[in-house]
């Protein structure tokens, strides 16, 4: 099995703020970019910050497997392998601009959308600081696309959860 770096990966840069909050939110709204009800909440919580000075971020996308988990893992075993190998988590804040950004994902399958503990097919989960440790408050974004329509969704798990192998995530790559 090959981890990362030694495996194919995808990189892009994407540039972060320049926006305030609500100016933000006018964005999605007017890019027709559908939130679920996690992604509002986390979108709309005073601890959710903007920056209004834009700057970039290098970004890496991996699979579960891809770190070295070929039968998954938890998010804090995700996040501490992704840490070792030299990744960072991302600010909270990329998940809109990727989103704004990442307009030709991958279709995802539109009949798994209830699933209820599991990420959707053709979904990709932003690895970002969390802004609460409260169990029931969104640990961060996940962009989608169903059916030609963007989404950004927010996403609830607890530390138990076993990520699938091919769950794919966001890592800030990081600056050695």
Not at 2 to 30: A, H
Not at 138 to 153: A, I, M, N
């Amino acid at each position: 099995m090959r981890i990362y770096p030694d495996c194919p990966v995808i990189t892009k840069t994407v540039e972060v703020g320049g926006l305030s909050k609500v100016d933000l939110i006018r964005k999605l709204e007017q890019s027709s970019i559908l939130l679920n009800q996690y992604g509002e909440k986390l979108l709309h919580d005073d601890r959710f910050i903007t920056t209004e000075t834009k700057y970039s971020v290098e970004i890496v996308e991996l699979s579960v497997r891809d770190l070295g988990f070929p039968n998954g893992a938890t998010l804090p075993e995700i996040f501490k392998q992704a840490n070792e190998l030299g990744l960072q988590l991302c600010p909270p804040e990329l998940g809109p601009y990727l989103r704004l950004e990442y307009v030709d994902q991958e279709e995802g399958n539109a009949g798994d959308l209830s699933r209820k503990k599991e990420a959707p097919t053709g979904s990709v989960t932003i690895a970002s600081h969390l802004i609460s440790d409260e169990e029931s408050f969104p640990k961060g974004f996940y962009v989608r696309k169903v059916d030609g329509v963007l989404w950004l969704r927010g996403y609830v798990a607890d530390n138990l959860h076993v990520w699938n192998p091919d769950n794919r995530f966001i890592f800030q790559l990081g600056n050695e």
